[in-house]
T-cell receptor, first 116, second 113 residues
């Protein structure tokens, strides 16, 4: 069964450093997402991406964050200058063989980001 | 504003019993709901979804019920097994073209042998 894959599984970074989280969505999906989950809390939406541009973003997704689909398979989340409060699990998801809302989003197993 | 909440943070059942996990949502504009299962160290795993034009949907050993009148969603798991132990989240999507899922806090289901 096709799945979303994320690398690395765990990333440890010094505060103030840049970090790039990588994702390979399910092939032929059209919509891509990043969510995060701080330990013990709810999963929170960060950003959605469709047709090579951001379609929606949350208040969390400020100027320190950016997303990119550099080729036909990868989808990345970059945090330019990490802060302690960026420590969380970051999940990538994809959906939509045909596009549109009301499609199940399928998640990867996440990258645990630890900021020191 | 948008919010999805769960009535119980933990649920403990005996193996073989049926489990019912509840979810309350406050956004009447939500028209699509998903239940996810999250095992330790893993990402949310899709279980079942339901659209607002339905009130019941069945899968393999799972049933989702939607009551739009009281804005309540439930997940029923039949013949619960130890492998069902996990945290279960409901998530909602609001109509109007938004792709964002709003997640609830989660219910931890423990299945005792």
């Amino acid at each position: 069964e096709p799945e979303v894959t994320q690398t690395p599984s765990h990333q440890v970074t010094q505060m103030g450093q840049e970090v790039i989280l990588r994702c390979v969505p399910i092939s032929n999906h059209l919509y891509f997402y990043w969510y995060r989950q701080i330990l013990g809390q709810k999963v929170e939406f960060l950003v959605s991406f469709y047709n090579n541009e951001i379609s929606e973003k949350s208040e969390i997704f400020d100027d320190q964050f950016s997303v990119e689909r550099p080729d036909g398979s990868n989808f990345t989340l970059k945090i330019r200058s990490t802060k302690l409060e960026d420590s969380a699990m970051y999940f990538c998801a994809s959906s939509g063989l045909t596009g549109g809302s009301n499609q199940p989003q399928h998640f990867g197993d996440g990258t645990r980001l630890s900021i020191l | 504003g948008e919010s999805v909440g769960l009535h119980l943070p933990t649920l403990s059942v005996q193996e073989g019993d049926n489990s019912i996990i509840n979810c309350a949502y406050s956004n009447s504009a939500s028209d699509y709901f998903i239940w996810y299962k999250q095992e330790s160290g893993k990402g949310p795993q899709f279980i079942i979804d339901i659209r607002s034009n339905m009130d019941k949907r069945q899968g393999q050993r799972v049933t989702v019920l939607l009551n739009k009148t009281v804005k309540h969603l439930s997940l029923q798991i039949a013949a619960t097994q130890p492998g069902d132990s996990a945290v279960y989240f409901c998530a909602e999507n609001t109509q109007g073209g938004s792709e964002k899922l709003v997640f609830g806090k989660g219910t931890k289901l423990t299945v005792n042998p």
